[in-house]
């Protein structure tokens, strides 16, 4: 009567299960985030560039490239890294320390693959979705921002924008989203995994997971940056 | 049946397990007993494969548990249920989603068929009407049950219980024994038991193995612990009674 797993029904689901925890869940504060990043971006950017030899469009150029090329994916991944790297470390930290994972492994399931696979696909799919998001709202904000205080229309900073676009810096941009969605998961799931101890250890574990991938993000950064560009 | 064949296991050099041999019966309540961080729960884990001993054989009906075969390890583990000392119940699944959580990964049952097994199990240990609740909202004693539930949901062959009443008062630790001991009768499944409890030694205990300091210092029935002819053994029995 027991016999074949049911268990890709079950995988699929996890992954869905996990794509909405880390896309939805990180909503509100990827859209915060974004839309003053772009409105300060642009704002100081015209504060440094405020000659008449430049014209206002530069902006535009400057605030977008910026943002595709570095703010919206790693300021975004950093923010993330907090967000999502914590929860994870701690709720499989505390799975670990009120022994459910032991309870899984003991029913015979693969507790890494189990818990942390579902976590880091849908960290390496839904954060390039969500650094796309990041790099329209902060376009956004950079426009608002510029229309509000009168530095530059947003004609101007659209047209600006446009000057310089390329496609492979968007492309660039995604390549860090998707290495930064692996880091943060794959970093905090292991974290949590080998949490050892009681709940004081389920806090540390979460610090160290924030911080590791932070660092590691950063270190990506330049390495992805000294492969690619 | 499960042999332990000298079993030893250390942590950074301390002797935690010193070359236990053992048998534990079908459809028996075999018990493991002793002190607090004598080794009982070390050995448990060990032979569940959740630590790796560093020498000895753990056979299940003449399989060796091998620690480096993963899949003979899992084939094993289908045929193992175990109650841990926490519970362990998934604390963000439901009652009804933690005792169908084995069957939904392990076999092809409708929805339908997993929901009776689950009704079925819940009603074995006397838990009804309770599927919707969450861990956070169960008692002890009903988190036990639960827990109990869950590892009885596939057909298992060897049930392990760490500590099952620790926690819990006196009655519901009886109920919770005589559970135990009515699902080890129906079934005939070899059940291991961890425990410092005198009162479950004298009730439901078929055979005793006693820990000391990580060895086996006695084995015996329940008939012989009454008169044991060991010193520490004595020590531990006349502590757990007041009158
Ligand atoms: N993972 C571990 N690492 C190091 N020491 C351990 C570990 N697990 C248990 N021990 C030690 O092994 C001894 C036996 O512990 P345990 O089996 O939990 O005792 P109990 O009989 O109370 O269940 C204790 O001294 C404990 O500190
Ligand atoms: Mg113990």
Known sequence: MFSKPEK??????????????????????????????GAVTTIQTAYQLITPLIPKPTIGTVVSDSTILELAP?????????????????????????????????????????????????GMFMVPVLVIISIFLSELGGIVAGQLSGVLTADQFIQGARMTFKLFTLQFSLIKAFTYGFIITSVSSFHGYYTQGGALEVGESSTKAVVYSSVLILLSDYLLAELLL | ????????????????????????????????????????????RSMVGLIKVDNGDILY???????????????????????????????????EENVEFPLKMF??????????????????????????????????????????????????????????????????????????????????????????????????GDNIIFIYKGEKWWDGTKQQIKNPDNKELNDFINASFVL
């Open chain 1, 74 to 122: 790693t300021i975004t991944s950093l923010v993330l890294a907090g967000k999502i790297g914590s929860h994870i470390a701690s709720e499989i930290g505390t799975m670990r320390i009120n022994e459910e994972i032991d309870a899984l492994e003991v029913m015979g399931i693969n507790t890494s693959s189990f818990l942390g696979l579902p976590k880091i696909i849908a």
């Open chain 2, 61 to 95: 009906d003449n399989r060796v548990l091998d620690f480096e075969n993963y899949d003979e390890l899992k084939e094993i583990r289908r045929d193992i249920g175990m109650l841990f000392q926490s519970s362990a119940l998934f604390n963000s699944a439901s009652v």
């Open chain 2, 107 to 204: 076999t092809k049952m409708s929805k339908e068929e997993r929901l009776d097994r689950v009704n079925f199990c819940l009603k074995s240990v006397n838990l009804e009407n309770a599927n919707k609740k969450f861990p956070a909202e169960l008692s002890g004693g009903m988190k036990k049950r639960v827990g109990i539930a869950r590892a009885i949901a596939l057909d298992i062959k060897y049930l392990f219980c760490d500590e099952p009443n620790s926690g819990l008062d006196p009655i519901t630790s009886r109920v919770i024994d005589e559970l135990i001991l009515e699902i080890t009768n129906n079934f005939k499944i070899t059940t291991i038991i961890n425990t410092h409890d005198m009162k479950t030694v004298l009730d439901i």
């Open chain 1, 8 to 37: 890709t029904g079950v995988f699929i689901k996890r992954v869905f299960a996990e794509m909405v925890s880390v896309g939805i869940g990180s909503l509100p504060i990827v859209i915060i985030v974004s839309i003053f990043q």
């Open chain 2, 1 to 44: 049946m499960i042999e332990l064949k000298n079993i030893s296991k250390s942590f950074q050099g301390k002797e935690v397990l010193k070359n236990i041999s053992a048998v534990f019966e079908q459809g028996k309540i075999n018990l493991v007993i002793g002190a607090s961080g004598h080794g009982k729960s070390v050995l448990m």
